[in-house]
């Protein structure tokens, strides 16, 4: 390669491109096929998600009222408001103005952290009531049977009350004395419809026998059973179909008003959250890591001394946050203590350090961005997954 070359050739762009443009559109498509293969996988839980609501709509029904609707909706204003900054800094990165491209960051990073935050309340309200993934969830089922019925019975009683907002005024207070028994027979089943018949028409029964016993290894719950699955079309006129049909689908059933085999599913719900909001909370952090590179880069001597000392003493503010809301362990507050005072006593070593540096610029200009609008792109996506993740486990019904 010749000198001239060389003098001409911009220190951003890499030698196997000619220009500043071919290595953009480069790392554009690189980037969206990357985002189709994030699509596929979250694909796949989405599609999960679909066939076990479809197959079991009246426990998603119950058990989704465990989730606090309001801070969903905080956390989506929160995400869309970052989508926002995000996308502001790439406009600002194309304009060259570097100072606002960096405040723009930031803020996009105090928005997925807040985020965060706010994730870490719901998922230790879900803790404490014995609702969290695998076996630990109060309704989880061993041969067929509650491994905690006592616990199960409280945390039933924690969906239904939480969920009393959402809940028509006819449901009432009868949730408090039906959990005597959380393993109810098909004729007690029966009877906790019975506050309901001033209001619901005539059901048909249905008709259908249940099918002989199936070979050994079965889960037993499946062979004694007394109530035979039936099809989408007659559990309108059954059970909670005809219920909803009857209140204009404004009915929430209770744990007792579930089937028994329903009764039995309950946890998968709470397994469906756990692994979708789990997966999207880390390409979240994920972002933020990403975001937090792209800052330092765009930053002059003064950003570039403060990040990271910074990010460091957020760190510990989240896990002295985290140890007051589980009312956790010493070590957990020394650790975070410690991470806060190392984060500080950093910063300000930097900050002597780089004022007394001259003034340089970021990396980036309006010829060169393309490391920002890449990262944009992968925030967007993260931002958009959750669009669809709120009203599918939050607003269902």
Not at 49 to 69: E, G, K, Q
């Amino acid at each position: 390669m010749s000198t001239a070359h060389d003098h001409d050739h911009p220190a951003h762009l890499a030698h196997h491109f000619e220009t500043s443009a071919q290595q953009m559109e480069s790392g554009k498509l690189g980037m969206w096929i990357f985002l189709a293969t994030e699509i596929l996988m979250f694909g796949g839980l989405f599609c999960a998600y679909a066939i076990y609501r479809s197959n079991n709509p009246d426990v998603f029904l119950f058990a989704h009222r465990a989730l606090d609707t309001t801070w969903g909706a905080i956390n989506t204003v929160v995400l869309l408001a970052s989508s926002f900054t995000m996308a502001w800094g790439v406009r600002a990165a194309q304009l060259g103005q570097k100072k606002l491209l960096v405040g723009l960051l930031i803020a996009t990073m105090l928005g997925g952290a807040g985020f965060m935050l706010i994730k870490t309340v719901e998922y230790k309200a879900k803790w404490d009531h014995a609702l969290f993934v695998g076996t630990s969830n109060a309704f989880y089922q061993n041969d067929g049977k509650l491994t905690n019925a006592y616990q199960a019975e409280h945390s039933a009683d924690y969906i239904e009350n939480h969920g009393a907002p959402h809940a028509s005024n006819d449901h009432g207070d009868d949730h408090g004395s039906a959990h005597d028994d959380t393993s109810h027979d098909g004729d007690e089943h029966a009877a906790s419809h019975d506050t309901h018949a001033e209001h619901a028409p005539p059901v048909e029964v249905s008709k259908i026998t249940r099918p002989a016993a199936a070979p050994a290894g079965i889960n037993p719950s499946l062979i004694s059973n007394p109530h035979p699955a039936i099809s989408v079309g007659e559990s309108m006129t059954t059970g909670i179909g005809a219920m909803q049909a009857a209140h204009h689908g404004s009915h929430y059933p209770a744990f007792t008003e579930l089937a028994p085999l329903d009764r039995g599913r309950t946890h998968i719900f709470f397994q469906i959250y756990f692994a979708m909001t789990g997966l999207h909370g880390l390409h979240v952090m994920i972002g933020l890591g990403l975001i937090s590179w792209i800052c330092y880069r765009a930053g002059g001597p003064l950003t570039r001394a403060l990040l990271v000392p910074g990010l460091l003493a957020a760190v510990g503010l989240y896990f002295t946050f985290l140890w007051q809301l589980i009312a956790g362990p010493w070590w957990v507050l020394g650790i975070a203590i410690t991470f806060i005072a190392v984060g500080i006593a950093w910063s300000l070593k930097n900050f002597v350090a780089a004022r007394q540096q001259k003034d340089v610029e970021g990396e980036f200009s309006s010829e060169y961005y393309t490391p920002v609008d890449l990262v944009g792109l992968y925030w967007h996506l993260v931002d958009l997954i959750w669009i669809f993740l709120f009203p599918l486990l939050y607003l269902i019904h």
